[in-house]
Every structure is written in structure tokens, then in C-alpha cells.
């Protein structure tokens, strides 16, 4: 169900080089149009001058011109930059190199992910044994010229006969699924329309899957239009999509979506039913032996986390949160299913679960010890087996399998050590390196730290800091502070090729994990979201006023980045204390928070934000909105919001609004732009050539507005 949390949901020259900024008094921003547009909230009239930026530039002549002339500006900035180009190359070069992804097993064949270093879209690979010649089983960079068209889903039948995968184009979330005969390396003609949040599982006897889909969106509104009233099907092989099996839906309520499951051994499908992106889950199973029989509910609320697991025979396995907010293994027998019968398998620990599986008859978990990775296994009565190590601050992620594996396999990277590939010995414990990425870069060259902060109200929060070890921290320093904070997503230690450039250049990275992550379970969480959300930016800004204290920085150096809810965190903390930053990057973000839950996924996000829908809540979201909040004669930090046309999760406009009301508020010579990307989305599948020049761009817009000395080779 992680998958599902996270599609709901909202990352060359030798010597110095001192750049002059670009101001932007030489900038003739748009003149864009500030209508008479009003909201009424609860007694209280809130204008809305940009609400026409919401329409989809497909269907609307002046929002098109918009963003033409928009991106015309941007570019004509960036374009001065000299060292843009270097910039781009040595990205270029960084990125690459030959990237693998974990192996998975599948009827004794081995299946993963490579790319090459620079292709758009990862090609998946096929070999009969482990030290076989793989062979290509799927290449989407053939299906677009550019790389817009990717790779989304994928589900194979046991008897390793039959792939289900799924297609998506310019960054949608809406997909379209497909089957593949492995046999014939041929698709079918089955083509499923009309889907997004779901994955495919089949039936043990190969014949067809389960999946989700959503009506078909009204003419020119599939960008837009709030997704409601998904059911959930069953697709036999070959048949066409009209008429695929209805299994479960509750007319009765438009709001809920459907995951389902099959158990591993075939007799249960396994439904898990949410409401948003809280991982509050309604069970209903059905015994797929008795053909007539119906849905059973055995969790009838959305109180707690209840995510399965798996299963012997009767018995079903959840990971929860069920008095024990770091969460918890219990056991719940179906043939006597009232609560005092659920047995405690695996009891809360200090430190929070982050993530469990069942891999060679071992529940494999993983905790969070201040936000490390820390992976133990357990027998299926719970007893402790042993731990799993790894080397220094990074994070180990996979063990992916079956109950009958005998083998799995796990990646491992930090913010200076590239991915590395292990396969694991589930009966001796013994990781053996499996690929080990071979990258144009020392990682001697670096050191990464762990710092601990006191927020505004004293909460000790984390942060990772990362630099080259030969700079001079002397409070002049380039730095670029990161965040999320919401949702429970924990910002853990990984390899990234832009922070890599970052640090080449001469720059500080910081990566703060603050309130409204899952880094200390549930209960850091919840301090972070609905009417607790300001605690977020105060972390924020608190990780700012460290960094500037402890001599790494000045607030004229100081630059700040977050994506999609974390694109909302600095336009809010921008916003509450522009003197503190030398500029931001706001990258698809959510940024009027009166409106968001009127548009495609933004609805599931009630359960972190809330709705004005509440009078209560509308005065908490009125009081951080970003959009709302832009306040004229104000000197705000240089900024370059960031979006693409057909993101489908927060929709451009709120950027597009934001971009907007900033460039008509802003008082000073710091530039306020936006880059809009073309057949783009919210980032998942972007193709890897967009990527580096968004990258690039971010980093000169920053070597210019910062006033950076950067280095480099």
C-alpha cells in the first residue's frame, strides 16, 4: 500500500568564478490579468484575482498566452547566465552512469530496471539466472520520441506467462494498462482505460487481474476534474475492457477508492479500502474459492492503519497503528474475528516501523532510528532472527519476495555513496554486491553529518548536512536547504546527481526532517498537520536560523527547496520571513490552500491539510496559504517557481496563481519567475533529458541570485 500513499500524494571548470547577480529591475514581467474574483468563507470575502490561471491552458487562449509569455521571461534570464551551459554539461556528465534497480523473481527468472546513464525512461531486463545475459523485455523509450511516455505499473502472473503494465503519457497520473504474453514477448489486444492510483494483481491461475478505474472524465477535463466514484474490476485475459467484472463499489460513497490484493496463496482478494492519503484503511476479503460468495468487511472503519501483509490459511497479517502509533504486527483469525481474539505478533518499538514485509518466511522490518535505517527479521511468531547492517548515515531499501524465496535483494546509497545492489541470503544473513554504480566522481571528496536543532517551541528536530570536505565554513557559504514535512514521509539519506553538482560547486545541503514526517511515527506526524501545520515552518525556519548561527551561512546565501507539498512549505515560510532567505525554488506546489481540494487528487489531501469546509480549519489554512498571503511592497527573496502543463496531482494553476500574485507584490531588484515545463507532470516519469535541464536551471538561477564563488571541473 506504500505505492498507493505515494501516488496520492502530493527530488565545468577548474578554479573560482565570481558571478554578478541579475536584478530584476531589466525584467518586464507579464502584465497578468487581476479580475474582480471573490470567495465568501464563512461570512468572510477573500479575493481571487488570479482564479482564471486554473483553467487548463488546453482549453483557455489566455491562460496558453500566459505561460508562453511567462516562460519567455524566464528564459531571456537564464539565457545570460554564462555558466548555464557548463552547468548543464557537467550535470549531464554526473547523471551518466548505469543504474540497476533491485532484482525480482518471477516463475525462477530474474527481472530489473537499467539505464545506460542518459536514455529518458529505464529499460526492463530479463535473465534466466542471476549471472545470465539479460535480455530487453520492455524499452518505453521506444514508445515517445521525447521519453514523455513511461512506465507506471507493473504485474506479472505466478506462472511467469502473462505482464500486465501500465502507460502513462507527459506526466499524467491517468494510465492505461496493457498485457504482454512473456512467451511471445507480444502484447494482447486488452487495453484498460481510465485508471490512475491503482496496481494490477492476478489470480494464481494466471487467467486475469484486479484493478481500479474511475468514470470517464467529461470532454477536456481529464486535467482537472476531481476524481470520484472508482470501482473495482476484474480483467480475464483477452476480453475487452467493457466487459471486465465489477467486484466491489459502494455508490453510497463516491469518495472511497479500492487496492486489492491477492493473498499468495491465491484463496483471498484482499481489499483495501481509503479515503485519502492517510493509511486508514477498511478491509473487506472475499474467498476467491467460493464463487458465489460475498465480500466479507472485517475492519469496518478508518480509525487505523491496517495494511496486509499476508496470510496462513485463515490467519491475516496486518502491519498497524492500533495502540501503538510507531506502529505494530498483530495477527487477526477470520473464523473469530472480534478484536479480543487479534493476537500481538510483533509489538511496538522504540523507534517506528517504517516499512514490513514477508520475504523466505521472515517478516522483514524496517525502523527508523533518527531517521537511519535499521532493517531486523523476525519468524512468523515474532521471535527475533537477527539485524541487517549497513555501512555509515545512508538508507537500505527492498527485500522484496515471496514466502518461499530463499533469496531477496536491497539497494543502498547516501548522500555520498552511490547505489549499491546486494543480494541477501535469507538462511545465513550474507549480503553479497550484486552491481555497484560506477560514477565520475570521489566520494572522499565529501563528508555528511547528522545535526540536532531546537524548533520554536523546543522540539529537537534532525537534520543531515552535507558539503565538501575542503570548503571553509565561514559563514559566507552557498547553502540550499531542503524539506517536505507532511503526509508521514520521512526524508531519508539518499544519492542524488543534482545534490552531487550542488556540492561540486561549492554548496552546502542540508535536509531537514521535520514535523509532519513519518521520521518518529505517528505521533511526529500529526504534530504537523491540520491545525498543527505551522509547527512545520517553524521547523523550517528554524533549520534556517542553525544553519545561519552555526556559521554555515547568511540569509543572502540561503536557499530553500521543496516539491508538491514541500513546494508548499517554502512558499509558506518565504512568505512568514522573506528576509531570512536569498532565494527559493518551489517546485510544484500546493499553494492556495482555499481551493485545493476542488481539482483531481487534491480532495485525499484533507486528511494533512483539512478543508475550509470547516470554519475552524479555513482560518488556520488562510493564515499560512501562500497565495493569500503575498503582501504588496514586499521584498522577497529571488524565486523561480517550477511546473509543468499536465500535472495532474496539484495542478499548475496553483503555481501559476502564486507566480502571479508574487511578480504583482514583489517589491525590490531580486527576479521572481516561473519555469513551466511542456508534456510534463508532477515528476514521476519525467524523462531523464528534462530533468537535467530543470536541474541546470535551478543551479544557475541560483549561482546567479546568490552571488555564488562556485567551482569548477
Known amino acids: 500500500m506504500r505505492w498507493l500513499r505515494k501516488a496520492l500524494i502530493c527530488s565545468v571548470f577548474v578554479g573560482l568564478l565570481t558571478t554578478l547577480p541579475v536584478v530584476s529591475k531589466d525584467l518586464d514581467y507579464p502584465k497578468a490579468r487581476r479580475a474582480d474574483t471573490v470567495e465568501t468563507y464563512h461570512n468572510t470575502i477573500v479575493p481571487d484575482p488570479y482564479q482564471w ?95 514523455t511516455v513511461a512506465l507506471r505499473g507493473l504485474s506479472m502472473s505466478e506462472d511467469g506467462r502473462y505482464m500486465a503494465y501500465a502507460r502513462s503519457s507527459a506526466g499524467s497520473d491517468w494510465q492505461e494498462w496493457y498485457v504482454r504474453n512473456l512467451q511471445t514477448n ?29 468514470p470517464q472524465p467529461e470532454e477536456g477535463q481529464q486535467y482537472t476534474s476531481l476524481n470520484k466514484n472508482q470501482k473495482l474490476y476484474y480483467h480475464r485475459v483477452g476480453s475487452d475492457q467493457k466487459d471486465d467484472v465489477l467486484v466491489y463499489h459502494r455508490p453510497d460513497q463516491p469518495d472511497w477508492g479500492y487496492s486489492a490484493t491477492v493473498s499468495e496463496d491465491g484463496r483471498y482478494l484482499v481489499i483495501h479500502v481509503w479515503k485519502g492519503t492517510d493509511p486508514k484503511y477498511r478491509i473487506v476479503y472475499k474467498d476467491l474459492l467460493e464463487p458465489y460468495g460475498m465480500p ?8 487505523n492503519e491496517y495494511s496486509f501483509l499476508g496470510n496462513d490459511g485463515p490467519v491475516f497479517y496486518f502491519k498497524t497503528d492500533l495502540d501503538a502509533p510507531r506502529g505494530r504486527v498483530i495477527a487477526i483469525d477470520t473464523r473469530s474475528p472480534e478484536r479480543d481474539n487479534w493476537v500481538e505478533i510483533i509489538p511496538e518499538a522504540a523507534e517506528p516501523l517504517d516499512g514490513i514485509g514477508i520475504t523466505g518466511n521472515l517478516f522483514v522490518a524496517t ?23 549497513f555501512p ?83 559563514g559566507n557559504r552557498p547553502t540550499l536547504l531542503y524539506g517536505y514535512g507532511g503526509f508521514g514521509i520521512s526524508l531519508k539519506p539518499r544519492y542524488s546527481v543534482t545534490r552531487i553538482a550542488w556540492m561540486e560547486m561549492g554548496g552546502v545541503y542540508a535536509q531537514a526532517n521535520l514535523r509532519g514526517g513519518g521520521e518518529y511515527g505517528e505521533d511526529w506526524h500529526d504534530a504537523g498537520k491540520l491545525h498543527n501545520k505551522q509547527n512545520v515552518f517553524d521547523d523550517f525556519i528554524a533549520a534556517a536560523e542553525w544553519l545561519i548561527k552555526n556559521d554555515y551561512t547568511k540569509p543572502k546565501k540561503l536557499a530553500i527547496q521543496g516539491g508538491s507539498n514541500g513546494g508548499l512549505l517554502v512558499g509558506a515560510v518565504m512568505t512568514q520571513r522573506p528576509e531570512l532567505f536569498g532565494a527559493a525554488l518551489p517546485a510544484v506546489g500546493v499553494m492556495d490552500m482555499l481551493r485545493f481540494h476542488h ?71 531580486a527576479p521572481v519567475l516561473i519555469r513551466i515545463e511542456t508534456s510534463a507532470g508532477h515528476g514521476a516519469g519525467k ?14 538561477f541560483l549561482l546567479e541570485t546568490l552571488e555564488m564563488d562556485a567551482r569548477r571541473r
Open 392 to 474: 555509515g548515515i545512508g538508507t537500505g531499501s527492498g527485500f522484496d519476495g515471496k514466502r518461499v524465496d530463499l533469496e531477496t535483494f536491497y539497494l543502498y546509497s547516501s548522500f555520498d555513496t552511490p547505489p549499491s545492489i546486494y543480494r541477501y541470503d535469507m538462511i545465513t544473513g550474507e549480503s553479497e554486491l550484486w552491481k555497484q554504480a560506477k560514477v565520475v566522481f570521489d566520494p572522499d571528496e565529501y563528508t555528511v553529518k547528522q545535526v540536532f536543532y531546537a524548533s520554536k517551541d523546543g522540539t529537537k528536530v534532525p537534520m543531515f548536512v552535507a558539503h565538501r570536505k575542503d570548503i571553509k565554513l565561514d
Open 186 to 214: 507480444e502484447d494482447l489486444p486488452d487495453k484498460l482505460q481510465w485508471t490512475k492510483f491503482t496496481g494490477a494483481d492476478w489470480t494464481k491461475d494466471g487467467k486475469g487481474f484486479f484493478y481500479s478505474r474511475f
Open 599 to 669: 481539482f483531481t487528487a487534491g480532495r485525499y489531501w484533507v486528511d494533512d491539510y483539512g478543508s475550509v469546509d470547516d470554519p475552524e480549519m479555513f482560518e488556520t489554512l488562510l493564515a499560512y496559504s501562500p497565495y493569500h498571503n503575498l503582501k504588496p511592497g514586499t521584498q522577497y527573496p529571488a524565486t523561480m517557481v517550477t511546473t509543468a502543463d499536465t500535472d495532474d496531482r496539484v495542478i499548475p494553476g496553483h503555481s501559476f496563481k502564486f507566480a502571479s500574485a508574487l511578480q504583482h507584490a514583489h517589491k525590490g531588484d
Open 687 to 700: 524523462p531523464t533529458e528534462k530533468r537535467i535541464a530543470e536541474a541546470a536551471d535551478q543551479w544557475a
Open 367 to 389: 525502523y527508523l532510528k533518527d531517521v537511519i535505517n535499521r532493517v531486523r527479521m523476525f519468524r512468523m511468531d515474532g521471535s527475533h532472527v537477527r539485524d541487517v547492517e
Open 53 to 147: 490561471l486554473e483553467e487548463d491552458p488546453r482549453n483557455s487562449e489566455e491562460v496558453a498566452a500566459w505561460i508562453k509569455a511567462e516562460n519567455e521571461v524566464t528564459e531571456a534570464f537564464l539565457s545570460k547566465i554564462p555558466e548555464r551551459s557548463s552547468i548543464l554539461e557537467r550535470l549531464t556528465q554526473l547523471w551518466n552512469y548505469e543504474r540497476y534497480t533491485s532484482p525480482f523473481k518471477v516463475a525462477g527468472r530474474y527481472y530489473f530496471f537499467k539505464n545506460d546513464g542518459l536514455q529518458n525512461q529505464s529499460v526492463l531486463y530479463v535473465m534466466e539466472a542471476l549471472d545470465g545475459e539479460p535480455r530487453v523485455l520492455l524499452d518505453p523509450n521506444q514508445w515517445s520520441e521525447d521519453g
Open 296 to 303: 466479507v468487511d472485517l475492519i469496518d472503519n478508518f480509525d
